[in-house]
């Protein structure tokens, strides 16, 4: 308690104890699903992150075809934001107009944030196998 009266920025003490009790039920509960229990838990995790894009957003700068272009020659260039993904091992990219900018950015995060949630449900699926296995 007294760390919490010098520390302003922390939360009252009670956070840390619901904090633990929440940890406390989800591991309890992690031990007992089962692998159609966490496919469920995965599903609705995952159309909770929709829009969804893999790769990365860049704004380049191109050259147009006009010699004389002014922005070309300065070497300002034309800037033009694009999706940069793999796809079997091949690099490609995609135009992304000015006003779409921020939901494929939003679109990038989710697909970051669903690579994450991979790991997790791939490790409570494996807690799940192996409870299943032995019976409970």
Same mark, same amino acid.
């Given at each position: 308690?007294?760390?919490?009266?010098?520390?302003?920025?922390?939360?009252?003490?009670?956070?840390?104890?619901?904090?633990?009790?929440?940890?406390?039920?989800?591991?309890?509960?992690?031990?007992?699903?089962?692998?159609?229990?966490?496919?469920?838990?995965?599903?609705?995790?995952?159309?909770?992150?929709?829009?969804?894009?893999?790769?990365?957003?860049?704004?380049? +700068?191109? *050259?147009?075809?006009?010699?004389?272009?002014?922005?070309? =020659?300065?070497? @300002?260039?034309?800037? /033009?934001? &694009?999706?940069?993904?793999?796809? +079997?091992? *091949?690099?490609?990219?995609?135009?992304?107009?000015?006003? =779409?900018?921020? @939901?494929?950015?939003? /679109?990038? &995060?989710?697909?970051?944030?669903?690579?994450?949630?991979?790991?997790?449900?791939?490790?409570?699926?494996?807690?799940?196998?192996?409870?299943?296995?032995?019976?409970?």
């Amino acid at each position: 308690m007294g760390v919490v009266k010098h520390c302003p920025t922390l939360a009252h003490p009670q956070f840390f104890l619901d904090m633990y009790m929440c940890v406390m039920v989800h591991v309890h509960i992690m031990e007992q699903e089962t692998p159609d229990e966490v496919r469920a838990w995965f599903l609705a995790e995952v159309e909770r992150l929709w829009p969804l894009a893999g790769g990365s957003l860049s704004l380049r +700068k191109n *050259r147009c075809i006009r010699p004389t272009c002014q922005a070309c =020659l300065s070497g @300002e260039g034309h800037p /033009a934001y &694009a999706l940069h993904y793999r796809i +079997k091992g *091949r690099q490609s990219s995609l135009y992304v107009p000015d006003d =779409l900018v921020e @939901e494929v950015q939003r /679109a990038v &995060a989710n697909g970051r944030a669903l690579q994450e949630l991979m790991v997790v449900a791939g490790t409570r699926y494996v807690r799940a196998l192996k409870a299943t296995r032995r019976g409970r």
